[in-house]
């Protein structure tokens, strides 16, 4: 068996024919061959080997398929907590908790950037805007959403997000100058 494989040692699945061979089970068929060749022994053993590169391949192919998904859904993860981060327990410079500047004021639906507005001027201004104008700004402002995923909430496009804030920051700078 060694002489045939060093004589053959240019084989075009070379890897994969020496851990063929390595298993019991397939050295066993590779030496009934070369001591009685037939086709059939020699169909057996092309059919076991081409079974063999397969499964290889597959197995390959999976762990990939499997590292690059943990890959990405460890990228998603991270990037998911690092757009969400809680600090509610972290004392602030003035004393208190962000737990304590907590509204649980029942007009207020969280998503309003309404209570962040310390000019008069510019309340005014932010009033003017229509409601959605206000959601898509609060989100993006507050929240730290991307147009893409402001899109998404609204069934919208990012582009068409995009729109809405570019008119809302004109609307906001024409009656802030005004």
């Known amino acids: 068996m060694k002489t045939y494989c060093s004589h053959h040692s240019k ?10 061979i390595k298993k019991e089970e397939y050295e066993h068929l590779f030496r009934e061959y070369i001591l009685h060749p037939t086709t059939f022994k020699k169909a057996l053993l092309q059919s076991k080997f081409y079974q063999f590169v397969q499964e290889q391949r597959l197995v ?19 990037l998911f907590s690092e757009r969400n981060q809680v600090w509610l327990d972290q004392p602030m410079e003035e004393g208190g908790t ?5 509204s649980s004021d ?3 639906n969280g998503l ?3 209570s962040h507005l310390s000019s008069q001027n510019l309340y005014k201004a932010w009033m003017a805007l229509t409601s959605k104008q206000q959601d898509v700004l609060s989100l993006s402002f ?22 809405i804030k570019n008119r809302a920051f004109v ?8």
């Open 11 to 20: 084989l075009p699945f070379e890897s994969h024919w020496t851990t063929f």
């Open 60 to 78: 390959a192919y999976m762990s990939k398929s499997i590292h690059y998904t943990a890959v990405n859904f460890d990228k998603k993860a991270r």
């Open 98 to 102: 962000p737990k304590d500047l907590l």
């Open 106 to 108: 029942e007009e207020s």
């Open 112 to 114: 309003s950037l309404e």
């Open 142 to 163: 507050v929240y730290g959403y991307t147009d893409g995923e402001i899109g998404h909430i609204f069934e919208q496009s990012q582009q068409s997000i995009s729109r």
């Open 171 to 178: 609307q906001l700078r024409r009656y802030y100058d005004e």
